[in-house]
Nanobody
Framework: QVQLVESGGGSAQPGGSLRLSCAVS????????MGWFRQVPGKEHEGVAA???????TYAESVKGRFTISHDNANNTLNLEMNSLKPEDTAMYYC???????????????????WGQGTQVTVSS
């Protein structure tokens, strides 16, 4: 049974930083696509970042240069380092995993088979 459990969410001030982690069990990545998505009430999931293979990463334009996605193979953990946070980054953040390499940019939620329950990130002064 595949389980993805996010942690690290919380509150931050604009310009601050947070680090999200996603502990994965029952799934061995083998270089396949994993990603982070976010959702605000009333809107669909938005792709934030994806990682494919060992080092290929893609980012939404809105987070480029501020967020960094990484995968810790030893601990089977997906991470998202978020810096220079903005109020518009406020959302529920989800990690997701797939059984295949990323399809295109890897930022389409329809391409992912497994999802975590989410962790809330709130950015405000």
């Amino acid at each position: 049974q595949v389980q993805l459990v996010e942690s690290g969410g919380g509150s931050a001030q604009p310009g601050g930083s947070l680090r999200l982690s996603c502990a994965v069990s029952g799934y061995k990545r083998n270089g396949n696509c994993m990603g982070w998505f976010r959702q605000v009430p009333g809107k669909e999931h938005e792709g934030v970042a994806a990682i494919d293979g060992d080092v290929t990463t893609t980012y939404a334009e809105s987070v480029k240069g501020r967020f960094t996605i990484s995968h810790d193979n030893a601990n089977n953990t997906l991470n998202l380092e978020m810096n220079s946070l903005k109020p518009e980054d406020t959302a529920m953040y989800y990690c997701a995993a797939d059984l295949f390499p990323c399809n295109g940019l890897g930022l389409s939620p329809a391409d992912f088979a497994f999802w975590g329950q989410g962790t809330q990130v709130t950015v405000s002064s």
